[in-house]
DNA sequence: ATCTTATATCGCAAATATACGATAAAGGAA
DNA sequence: TTCCTTTATCGTATATTTGCGATATAAGAT
């Protein structure tokens, strides 16, 4: 039983990792690439742009949308996604505090 | 056929997604945070730490081995981890630069 | 040599992730 | 209305991740 412990850690913990998770894949930062140079709403041109098919591109962006780093509306009949620019900014933030806080403490290397 | 294209994208991105895949997992957060609090190595005392079986936890440290995060030196019958802060330090840095080059773009929200 | 302790690895089960083609849905154009 | 374009979702196949118990390994202790 492949038990998913993950509510056994601190909301902190969760959160930074499905954060880390959004990130973890090289398709999900290269939209969110394309998403940010681009000052329109982008939709199908991810599709042209990254080698993979577009149910799978719909599939990535969903993702990023349930992460919350990405937000979509309809338009017509296509879609729109744009970065969350405020919870990306929280995350990004939060990243860099775990990152001060783990140097904070042990600067010495011990093996 | 599960045909994982990652490697259709940059090596940059690749290795952002790497680094944010060893960040993925809670358990593997608070792994870091108990080998930067103390100042020894530490083995087995995770274990007691975190709410998983020894076998797990062997297992996200190879993970995070892997994804060079972290070193790991045999010292006797026990292992000594810690944090390869050169490593840690690269990847972080890359990580803000990532997170710069999307804030620079586009700072008017378009949906 | 045998026992103990600490850790890694193996084998397995279940859950998730990745990818694609096919199809559905929704709106614009004819 | 009927087509066309765009995107989401479904179904499916495969790969990877997560987790645990059992076992192997390796070194110190007795």
Redesign the pocket.
Known sequence: ??????ESFTHREQDLAAFA?AL??P?RIAILKVLSQKNECI??EI?EVL??????I??????LKIAGLID?TVD????C?CINWKAFEKFSAEFNSLFNNLKIRNEKACC
Chains 1, 2 share one sequence.
């Open positions: 039983m492949a038990n998913h412990k993950k998770k973890s894949h398709a939709c199908g599709v080698p993979l098919a577009q149910s799978t719909s599939q990535h962006l969903k993702e979509g017509g009949p296509r879609s996604y």
